[in-house]
């Protein structure tokens, strides 16, 4: 989608001025991947217009491939304005009858799908139309099984309740996402509100028989449960200039972790040196710290771990 968003902690209303950037929980993802050096693609559907334009400019100059989002010449491209406020940013969406809202599941045949090792889901787009939700459930359950030939499916609970016409439904539709993926993301403040359940342990046990769960907890920190074990990393002590795209950011770094084969703590590290990144500017999209200032943090004990702030 398409971002504008003020230069400054005031309010949307008294701005004079607007930036124009990019945004969207899978397309964050995709540049955070593509600023960790690993190579990422993005499908999607925009319309054809100047907002659509600097999307592609700038995810292809971010490293991203962008050769299977599709143009509509029919409907526009997806936009939304941030708002400032005291302790939080609000978002004003704007894509009601978008080019992306049309996507549907006949873009689950899509080659660059097979090529890759992660397919990487989010609730926002099973949440936008029942045609994007039609593609969510040909990726998660038109596989057989959990074919370890396939590439591994990430989901991303991130659930919006704005989104959801109903809250039962979204409860229900998002928990049955989550089970037929092979990883999921969830926040534990999301998971009280759509479940009920606080407790990462409890949490983690409402996915099974997901593989691997990955339980966030905003400042405290984030547990991975996999194959039996239990994994647990503080966050990082970080000065917060916005909160808007930190958890696309964590994906992007644990994501990068699994594909770089490294262990869960390690996983969990990059994904919290990525949300830093975020959380320390107003973008949606940051620019991820090169490898020669994540691997030293990566090699910490845990207590200096704890303690150190990222620069």
Not at 226 to 246: N, Q
């Amino acid at each position: 989608m398409a971002v504008l968003s003020p230069p400054d902690a005031r309010p949307l209303a008294e701005q004079p001025v607007l930036s124009l950037a990019i945004g969207g929980a899978e397309s964050n993802v995709a540049c955070g991947l593509a600023g960790l050096g690993h190579r990422a693609a993005w499908l999607s559907r925009l319309g054809d217009d100047p907002f659509a334009r600097r999307i592609l400019a700038e995810l292809t100059a971010r490293g991203v491939d962008v050769s299977a989002v599709e143009a509509d010449p029919d409907r526009p491209t997806g936009v939304y304005f941030k708002d400032p406020g005291p302790g939080r940013t609000r978002t004003h969406y704007y894509r009601g009858g978008s080019a992306a809202t049309r996507m549907g599941p006949e873009l689950a045949r899509q080659p660059v799908l097979r090529r890759a090792r992660i397919v990487h889901l989010s609730g926002v787009a099973a949440a936008i139309s029942d045609s994007c939700a039609g593609l969510v459930e040909a990726l998660l359950f038109g596989r057989e099984g959990r074919d370890l030939r396939g590439p591994v499916v990430s989901f991303d609970v991130n659930h919006r309740p704005a989104l959801w016409r109903d809250g039962a439904a979204a409860a229900r539709r998002l928990l049955a996402f989550a089970r037929a993926a092979d990883m999921v993301f969830v926040g534990r403040d999301e998971a009280e509100e759509l479940w009920g359940t606080a407790r990462p342990d409890d949490i983690a046990a409402l996915f099974d028989p997901v593989p691997l769960v990955v339980v966030k907890d905003a400042e405290h920190g984030a547990a991975s449960y996999a194959h039996g074990s239990r994994t647990f990393v503080p966050s990082l002590p970080t000065k917060v200039v916005e909160p808007v795209g930190a958890g696309d950011a964590f994906a992007a770094g644990y994501l990068a972790g699994v594909l770089e084969n490294r262990d869960e703590r390690s996983r969990l590290r990059l994904g919290h040196l990525a949300a830093a990144a975020a959380l320390r500017t107003r973008d949606d999209v940051p620019v991820m710290p090169p490898r020669a200032e994540t691997d030293p943090y990566l090699a910490l004990d845990d207590d200096a771990w704890a303690t150190t702030a990222p620069r």
